[in-house]
């Protein structure tokens, strides 16, 4: 995989976490999140995701609810071989991440690609898992 693989908008598919050590999969995102992950031919990257279940702020949505049912991030992004994508945060909705490196694994094969990550802490989590994100090219 080279950078160029990455270059380019990306629009979510689906989105599942797996517990390590049960091997038990949730949709924390439910069955159809919104997302875009975005890789710049010059190593910066931005992703977001959002929540099939957010409601409009009329409809009662308040911070605290947006915050929950959200994810995103952004940062320089490195490609080591064969298929490590590794993004130095520096801005997230999550603030633990920041200033960490963000290691995926990603499988591209035409205008598909899935991103898996390493074991990591997710917020809400209570327990080390990893999440695997699909994606197809704009």
């Not at 797996?18 to 995102?29: L, S, V």
């Amino acid at each position: 995989m080279q950078t160029e693989d990455l270059a380019g908008v990306w629009i979510i598919e689906s989105f599942h976490v797996e517990d390590c050590a049960t091997g038990k999969r949730t949709q924390p995102w439910g069955d159809r999140p919104s997302g875009t992950v975005m890789f710049d031919p010059g190593g910066r990257m931005f992703a977001m995701i959002t929540s099939e279940r957010r409601v409009s702020h009329e409809a009662g949505l308040d911070e605290a609810d947006a915050f929950r049912s959200m994810l995103a991030y952004s940062g320089h992004y490195r490609v080591e071989p064969p298929n490590r994508l590794v993004t130095t945060v520096d801005i997230a909705w999550f603030e633990p991440w920041v200033g960490t490196d963000q290691v995926r694994f990603c499988d591209i094969s035409g205008d598909r690609m899935t991103l898996t990550s390493a074991p990591l802490n997710m917020p809400r989590q209570n327990a080390k898992t990893f999440a695997v994100v699909n994606w197809r090219r704009e």
